[in-house]
């Protein structure tokens, strides 16, 4: 359809349109509505942060190839990209022209602009500069000057016909709603080119003219329309949530349904960003959680029913749904489908499970949050010690849920060091220990294989010998004072830590006396299970210092912490257990309670020391690695998650049937039979943007 030409019959100036549950494509005929499989397109590779967009061409066209196979029908952006974006789109699409790619183009709403008060009208001309911009770009008509922070260049490609719609802004605060209806109380009532909206709020008001100004500039300029949403978040639904714990997730609302389409051809959608655990109510709300699927409770689901109800006669399409396969739950939720705490093959499936609860509540679609891992992205329960924003970008925190969200990740060794080697005669054979861009590794060699059940100690002592518990939780004494020790057995490894260095309750300000965040030395203090605090209600603890144990002989989980084999044991912890503030660094926590900034210092290296079977064996050094300032070649770090093959099994299950353009042949001279060329046939001008194969049946 895009790329060949049609009969001028078939020609329509609105190519994508809405029905009332789904974006619908002009087939020629009729529009035709279609499930959106999309994937959303975050480009902050590791050692950048997201102004930068410092992804290549190389990589997009590795990328896109790559997104199609696993299913994917659409790719998001939330703002514009360099040429180099278009470009490579355009020359894949041009390559694929019955399977192209299409993107929503996200116009990004500022948040830091100066002088901007939370009132949104502030924001209005500039908006709408960057509305113009963006309409401008993809239809490859504009040249934008350096600048800092956002992209520039020449855009000279046009990829109009691949853009499915515009999703405008972001996920405002509720803060903002209040204050911008506050500041504009006579503002009640729009009326546009193509959009109306009355008895409505100042910030309604303002979204409708945001929208009929997108619709309104594509019109004039280039004499098309397409649909358009603003970006929304269930923290400003129109509903009301009883059941919500923290009263201020549901003190604000923008409700666009009231909007009335004068003259859209090509319609609104109503586009959120919505997940299972965030607000609370969407987990804790008692109607919800009378909603079932086939695996179980799904308030998710009772959640999106609910949301589509209110917006029945407009598609609703959840622009970010996903889980996140980090080590650490950030929230648990009653569906358990958790923020966090999946390995890579669990996030794949429960993203299946997300994409099937968007599909059977009625919605027009889902875009995955995201393709890839991205490192500059802090998380609640991880920011007390991972505050350092210019080294958060060089290191991957296992532990953080919104660094895991990703189908593409990225790992490497930076070093790996013998650390000793031991005579035959004893159980230990020698010690390794490794730096990863995520963990610190140890490798034990073993003399002959552990015993069953088996016990061994290992004594981790992260800075300053003089710092530190001298007793073991099980009562031997460690040669060099420890803040970490770590149990492991045939079937179980618990990683402890002191009680002056433990920081359970930290976010939440509950901490006990004795827990200092900072070492001291100890002789038969208290040691406590690596612990953190996930929602606000008693029980929800988990104990992230029960590593996952798993053997060589078994397919490996990205959650393993110990590997058992009968020749070594592999252990690897991710950083954020360790308390780390800066493994680039080698900086570690170490801070004062009675002050209010946070104080860390540079460790002088770590020793490690492991007892088994009543003998120490310890290493006549403290391991020091290299420190590092940036990230040399992300891309040769790149690989395919688990979940992104998981993705790929599943997606064909949401696919929507081929688009048959109608063909018109007019044969003369005889009675046939008439051949009609390939090139020429019945599948020349059809599309399946799904890429199922296609055939003609005469």
């Not at 509305?131 to 490859?140: R, Y």
């Not at 991710?574 to 926590?589: E, H, K, S």
């Not at 020793?607 to 420190?627: H, I, L």
Request: aromatic share 16%; net charge negative; glycine share 8%.
């Amino acid at each position: 359809m895009w790329t060949l030409p049609l009969v001028a019959e078939t020609y329509n100036y609105y190519p994508f349109s809405t029905d009332s549950s789904h974006i619908t494509i002009w087939n020629g005929s009729e529009y035709v509505p279609f499930f959106i499989k999309g994937v959303n397109l975050g480009i902050a590779v590791p050692g950048t942060f997201p102004g930068e967009m410092a992804a290549t061409r190389e990589a997009y066209d590795r990328w896109f190839p790559l997104i199609k196979e696993a299913g994917f029908n659409v790719i998001r952006l939330y703002t514009l990209h360099y040429p180099r974006f278009y470009e490579a789109l355009h020359d894949y699409n041009l390559a694929h022209p019955q399977n192209p790619l299409l993107f929503i183009q996200g116009v990004w709403l500022e948040e830091e602009l100066e002088g901007y008060e939370q009132d949104l009208y502030f924001l209005t001309e500039s908006f709408q500069h960057e509305i113009e911009e963006n309409i401008d770009c993809l239809h490859g008509n504009r040249v934008i000057a350096e600048r800092r922070g956002k992209a520039y260049g020449t855009y000279a490609t046009d990829v109009s016909e691949w853009c499915l719609g515009y999703i405008i802004g972001r996920e405002v605060y509720g803060e903002e709603v209040l204050v911008t209806n506050e500041n504009n109380p006579l503002e009640i009532a729009y009326t546009g080119n193509h959009f109306s909206i009355a008895n409505a709020s100042a910030t309604e008001v303002w979204y409708t003219r945001m929208l009929d100004h997108t619709v309104h500039y594509e019109h004039i300029s280039y004499q098309t329309q397409r649909p358009v949403a603003n970006s929304s978040w269930p923290t400003l639904d129109p509903m009301r949530h009883p059941d919500e714990v923290f009263p201020s997730e549901d003190t604000a609302s923008v409700d666009l349904s009231k909007i009335v389409q004068i003259n859209a051809p090509a319609g609104l959608f109503i586009s959120y960003h919505a997940y299972p655990y965030y607000p609370g109510f969407i987990s804790e709300e008692s109607t919800y959680q009378m909603t079932y699927d086939e695996y179980g409770p799904n308030s998710y689901l009772g959640y999106l029913k609910d949301l589509k109800s209110h917006y029945e006669g407009l598609p609703l399409i959840i622009a970010e749904y996903g889980v996140p396969s980090s080590w650490v739950v950030a929230h648990y939720t009653s569906s358990g489908m958790n923020h966090g705490g999946f390995d890579e093959y669990h996030q794949g499936l429960t993203n299946i499970r997300l994409l099937q609860s968007v599909k059977a509540s009625g919605s027009g679609g889902g875009i995955q949050f995201s393709w890839i891992d991205e490192w500059f992205k802090r998380t609640w329960i991880t920011d007390p010690i991972d505050y350092i924003a210019d080294s958060r970008i060089l290191w991957h925190n296992a532990a953080a849920a919104e660094q895991n969200y990703g189908l593409v990740g990225f790992k490497d060794v930076l070093q790996s060091d013998t650390l000793a080697v031991f005579d035959s005669s004893g159980g230990i054979g020698y010690l390794k220990s490794s730096v990863t861009y995520a963990y610190f590794e140890m490798e034990i060699g073993l003399n002959n294989p552990l015993d069953l059940p088996g016990e061994m100690w290992i004594a981790l002592d992260t800075y300053d010998e003089n710092l530190g518990e001298s007793i073991l939780p099980q009562g031997n004494t460690i040669p060099s004072r420890a803040e970490f020790s770590l149990r492991l057995t045939n079937y179980a490894a618990t990683l402890y830590v002191i009680e002056a260095y433990d920081i359970f309750g930290i976010w939440h300000h509950f901490s006990g006396p004795n827990q200092l965040f900072h070492s001291v030395p100890t002789d038969g203090a208290p040691w406590e299970i690596v612990r953190v605090r996930n929602n606000a209600f008693h029980s929800d603890v988990q104990y992230i210092g029960q590593l996952q144990v798993n053997y060589d002989f078994q397919p490996s989980s990205s959650k393993d912490g110990v590997i058992i084999g009968d020749e070594k044991i592999t252990v690897r912890i991710p950083w954020f257990y360790l308390n780390m503030v800066a493994p680039n660094q080698m900086r570690v926590f170490h801070d004062d309670r009675e002050t209010p900034e946070k104080e860390d210092l540079i460790s002088d290296g770590f020793e490690v020391s492991v007892f088994y079977k009543d003998q120490w064996y310890v290493p006549t050094k403290r391991y020091v690695w290299d420190s590092w300032h940036w990230i040399p070649e992300w891309q040769e770090m790149e690989y395919l998650k688990t979940s992104y093959y998981v993705m790929k099994d599943n997606l064909g299950d949401f696919n929507t049937p081929a688009f048959a353009v109608r063909d018109t042949f007019r044969f003369s001279g005889g009675g046939g039979p008439f051949n009609v060329e390939a090139s020429e046939g019945l599948l020349v001008n059809d599309f399946d943007i799904d890429g199922d194969y296609m055939i003609s049946l005469v």
